[in-house]
């Protein structure tokens, strides 16, 4: 069958409306090194209304411009150089939505190929789109800076979070012992994943270090919330610790860390997309989650609502409001 020459796509004219303009576009064509995809479904993350709305300076893309950062779907053409998919396979990646890459916000999407990988068998492209930017997000922390492993008391800060819940899922699949902050009504989400949960509207730093480490600190935190959690990670980790953050954008003292000879790693997913280096890793580490998933070790936590491509507005509010419980995924198709 003989691919349209338009496809259906939102585009963004201006980020002061921050309105979407429902359009016909040219359709992409696949470059060297290049895929063709065919997009079933596309990932909400924070970082969508962010730069919808002007207000992500670093990797806001030149307008008009097609956003929408994660997606899954299927490889309908394949450019020179790419041996690794072929027409008809379902992949899934955070692939676009910044600057010089299209998003995921449209019928076809044309991506770097280093940046995909097979979607996991047991999961739809629905489901699938829901994990890359978080999956990537917790293992860059966790795996590629903290080193996590079996032994390793491990706190994640926000743990029924897009990136939080994921981290919790990865630190429990590498044997670390896990706890999660959490408010109440979400303690349910990380005690699913096998974490212990710490309601931290009723337990301070001291008191949730003294009842879960004996006063000695958690080995490894990940932060997903910033601010204060950010500060109370420093006076909750243990000597020699490791925090990494995916949310380190204000202003902090490190003193109470540096005290305890903290490792501190700032965590920013989206700068192989835009840098062009080391793209191949994401492509790796979709891998790796694709496996953990087929092999019962992690599982996506989505939102129960369904939004379709002309509801994109609605689906970015849900987000930005926090009214979403699990992942936003925007159907395509």
Known sequence: MSLPTTMRALVLHDYASGRFSESQVPLPQAGPGEVLVRVVASGVNPIDYKIRTGNAPYA???????????????VEAVGAGVSQFVVGDEVYGLTGGVRGLQGSLAEYAAVDARLLAHKPSTLSLREAAAMPLVFLTAWEGLVDRAKVGAGHKVLVHGGAGGVGHAAVQIARSLGAEVFATVSAGKKHIVEGYG?????????GVADYVTAHTAGAGFDVIYDTVGGASLDDSFAAIAHYGHIASCAAFGQHGLAVGSLRCMTLSGVFVLLPMLSGNGRAHHGDILKAAAQ?????????????????????????????????????VIDIA
Do not use: C, N, S
């Open 60 to 74: 806001m893309p030149e307008l008009p411009a097609i956003i929408g950062t994660d997606l899954a779907g299927v």
């Open 195 to 203: 974490a212990t949960a710490i309601d931290y509207r009723t337990q």
């Open 292 to 328: 953990m998933v087929e092999q019962g070790h992690f599982r996506p936590l989505l939102d129960a609502r369904r939004y379709t491509l002309t509801e994109a507005h609605a689906a970015h509010d849900a987000v930005e409001q926090g009214t979403a419980v699990g992942k936003v």
